[in-house]
T-cell receptor, first 119, second 115 residues
Framework: GENVEQHPSTLSVQEGDSAVIKCTYS??????FPWYKQELGKGPQLIID?????GEKKDQRIAVTLNKTAKHFSLHITETQPEDSAVYFC??????????????????FGQGTILTVHP | GAVVSQHPSRVICKSGTSVKIECRSL??????MFWYRQFPKKSLMLMAT?????????EQGVEKDKFLINHASLTLSTLTVTSAHPEDSSFYIC???????????FGPGTRLTVL
């Protein structure tokens, strides 16, 4: 099955700095890579995602890059703000209707990164 | 768009009782919903995949007779924790898959405490 490794486990930055979180995956069939932000006591919120036919995607201060050859993808947050402080999870999925027909697009998550942005 | 709700947000129950948690996709139809469990400061652990109109698929190690899942409609899935014990205390989160892609949107979670 898929295995996703996420680093670092904690990241502390000053407001205005950039933050980068990296993930690697093992299954070359994975083709969908979302990133989630989870605040304390809440469910994860989808903040950006990328599919395997794209190398980079941006949405305002957030960007994700994907290197299929190396099987790794990264989240980049620029001009960080205190409200960016949360736990961030990467995930990978091999897609709906895969060869086995049973994954139904289930996600395999990384271990999470606790991001703290200091004012 | 893509809002998923869960009810209740918190529940405290006595050991031996059963608890039902509802997961609803409010503005889209979800053929597939997922149930996760999350321990403090840990990642999300997939418990089962719920497909509308069919039996749920449970992950290895998850007791299907203890965690009953029903997906009766395209907007509602329920998780029933039967004969709950203190070790079942956890944060339970559902997600709903939208459309043909794998976008999954999560509910706000349910904090279960079994006394």
């Amino acid at each position: 099955g898929e295995n996703v490794e996420q680093h670092p486990s904690t990241l502390s930055v000053q407001e205005g700095d950039s933050a980068v979180i990296k993930c690697t995956y093992s299954d070359s069939a994975s083709n969908y890579f979302p990133w989630y932000k989870q605040e304390l006591g809440k469910g994860p919120q989808l903040i950006i995602d990328i599919r395997s036919n794209v190398g980079e995607k941006k949405d305002q201060r957030i960007a994700v890059t994907l290197n299929k050859t190396a099987k790794h993808f990264s989240l980049h947050i620029t001009e960080t703000q205190p409200e960016d402080s949360a736990v961030y999870f990467c995930a990978a999925s091999s897609g709906v209707g895969d060869a086995g027909g049973t994954s139904y697009g289930k996600l395999t998550f990384g271990q999470g990164t606790i991001l703290t942005v200091h004012p | 768009g893509a809002v998923v709700s869960q009810h209740p947000s918190r529940v405290i129950c006595k050991s031996g009782t059963s608890v039902k948690i509802e997961c609803r996709s409010l503005d889209f139809q979800a053929t597939t919903m997922f149930w996760y469990r999350q321990f403090p400061k840990k990642s999300l652990m997939l418990m089962a995949t719920s497909n509308e109109g069919s039996k749920a698929t449970y992950e290895q190690g998850v007791e299907k007779d203890k965690f009953l899942i029903n997906h009766a409609s395209l907007t509602l899935s329920t998780l029933t924790v039967t004969s709950a014990h203190p070790e079942d205390s956890s944060f339970y989160i559902c997600s709903a898959r939208r459309g043909a892609y794998n976008e999954q949107f999560f509910g706000p979670g349910t904090r279960l405490t079994v006394l």
